[in-house]
C-alpha cells in the first residue's frame, strides 16, 4: 500500500530525468500485475501517466511506456487501448533517424505481439518489408520473423523469396528464430502448405549447421499431415544426404510412424534399407526397426521386407543382428493374425538355445494396446540379456 502510494504520488508530479520516467513506468506495471485489486481512481491515474508518456518525449521513454502499454493489453485485453502505444513503436522502429537498438526494442515487442494479435502488427506490414533491407542484420530477421507471424496468404510467396535471398546472412539464431516462425505461418495459413515446403527444403540444401537443419527438419515433420506424400520424400531425400546422425535417426522413426499412413508405403523403404547397407551401427539399429514396423502395419509388405531383415542377421554389431534376430522370429509367426499369438520358433534355425524362453520373457511387454512394437521396450530388454 505504501508503494503504491509514493508511485501515485509520483506519477502526479513531473520528473525531469528520463530514466528515472522509464523506472517509474516499469514500477507502475509491476504494481497492475501483481495487485489486480488496485482501486478505479489509482488505475486511470496510472494509465493516464503512462499515456502522456507516449508523447513529447525521449525514444527510450517513449518505448518503455509503449511496451508496458501492450504488456498490460496482454493481461488485462481490450480494457487496455493499444493503438496509440502500437503506433509509437511502428514509427520508433521505422523512423531512418532512429538507432539500431531502438528498432530492435521496437520490433521485439511487435514481434511478442504478432504471436497472439497478428491482424495488430499486419496493419504495418508495407512498414517491416522495407526493414527486411536494413543495414543492421539484427533488425532484418526480427523484421522477418514478424512478417512471417503477419502476413496474409496473397504476400506468402513472394515474402519467402525474399526471405531466401537474406536468410544466409543471419545469425544461427535468427534463423532457427525464422523457421519457427515459418511453423506459426503453417497453422495460420495451412492452404500454403506446399509453398513453406519448398521453401524448407531449399534451407536444408544451404546451411549444414546441426541445429538449423534440426529446426527445419522439425518444421517439415509439424506439416507433415497436410502433405504427407511431399513432406515424407523430402524428408526421406535427405537422409540419403544428411551427415548428422542424430537427425538421420529422427528421420527414419518419423518415416516409420508415418510412412505407413501413406498412399504408397512402398516408396520409403529404399531409402530406410539403404541406411542399413550404409552408415553407422545407431543408424542401422533405427533403420532395422523401422522396417519391422513398416511390416507390422502393412501386411501386403510384409513378406518382402522380412527377407531384407534376415540379411541383417549377419550384421557386425550385436544389437542390429539381435533385434533383427527378433523381428524376423516375430514376424514371420503368421501374417493376418494378431501378433501376440503363438510365438514358437524354430531352435535348429537359431544359435541362440534359449531363444524361445526369452521370446515368452518379451511377450507380455513388447506391444502397446494397438499393437505397435515397442522399441524401446525391445531396447530395454536386450540390455539386460547383455548385462
Do not use: W
Not at 511487435?110 to 536494413?134: F, H, R, S, W, Y
Not at 546422425?245 to 520409403?268: C, D, M, V, W
Amino acid at each position: 500500500m505504501a508503494v503504491l502510494k509514493l508511485l501515485h504520488s509520483l506519477s502526479q508530479t513531473k520528473v525531469q530525468n528520463g530514466l528515472a520516467k522509464c523506472q517509474l513506468i516499469r514500477y507502475i506495471k509491476l504494481c497492475f500485475l501483481n495487485n489486480p485489486m488496485i482501486d478505479q481512481r489509482t488505475v486511470k491515474t496510472f494509465l493516464s501517466f503512462i499515456e502522456q508518456s507516449l508523447t513529447k518525449e525521449e525514444d527510450a521513454v517513449q518505448f518503455e511506456a509503449a511496451k508496458t502499454m501492450c504488456e498490460l493489453f496482454e493481461t488485462f485485453g481490450p480494457v487496455v487501448n493499444v493503438e496509440v502505444p502500437f503506433q509509437v513503436l511502428i514509427q520508433l522502429a521505422t523512423n531512418n533517424q532512429s538507432k539500431p537498438v531502438n528498432k530492435y526494442a521496437a520490433l521485439r515487442v511487435m514481434n511478442k505481439i504478432a504471436t497472439k494479435q497478428p491482424g495488430l502488427v499486419g496493419m504495418c506490414q508495407n512498414e517491416l518489408e522495407n526493414l527486411i533491407t536494413d543495414s543492421n542484420r539484427s533488425v532484418a530477421s526480427l523484421a522477418i520473423s514478424t512478417l512471417l507471424k503477419t502476413c496474409n496468404e496473397d504476400s506468402v510467396h513472394k515474402l519467402l523469396k525474399q526471405i531466401s535471398h537474406y536468410l544466409p546472412d543471419l545469425g544461427l539464431d535468427f534463423k532457427i528464430e525464422t523457421i519457427q516462425s515459418t511453423a506459426l505461418l503453417y497453422h495460420r495459413l495451412p492452404a500454403k502448405a506446399d509453398v513453406l515446403l519448398k521453401f524448407l527444403t531449399d534451407c536444408l540444401k544451404d546451411d549444414g549447421n546441426i541445429q538449423f537443419r534440426e529446426s527445419v527438419v522439425e518444421t517439415i515433420m509439424e506439416i507433415c499431415p497436410s502433405q504427407r506424400e511431399q513432406a515424407l520424400m523430402i524428408l526421406a531425400e535427405h537422409i540419403e544426404d544428411c551427415e548428422h546422425a542424430h537427425i538421420q535417426t529422427k528421420i527414419i522413426n518419423f518415416l516409420a510412424e508415418e510412412g505407413p499412413l501413406a498412399r504408397t508405403p512402398s516408396t520409403y523403404i529404399r531409402f530406410i534399407y539403404n541406411r542399413v547397407n550404409l552408415e553407422k551401427a545407431v543408424i542401422r539399429a533405427a533403420a532395422v526397426s523401422a522396417l519391422a514396423q513398416f511390416a507390422h502395419r502393412v501386411p501386403a509388405l510384409r513378406k518382402s521386407i522380412l527377407l531384407l531383415l534376415q540379411k541383417c542377421l549377419s550384421d557386425s554389431d550385436d544389437e542390429i543382428r539381435e533385434r533383427a534376430f527378433f523381428y524376423v522370429n516375430l514376424l514371420s509367426q503368421k501374417g493376418d493374425e494378431d501378433l501376440m499369438g503363438d510365438l514358437s520358433i524354430d531352435l535348429a534355425q537359431t544359435e541362440a538355445p534359449d531363444a524361445a524362453l526369452e521370446m515368452e520373457e518379451v511377450r507380455d511387454f513388447l506391444f502397446d494396446g494397438e499393437s505397435v512394437i515397442d522399441v524401446d521396450a525391445l531396447e530395454a530388454f536386450v540390455s539386460a540379456k547383455k548385462d
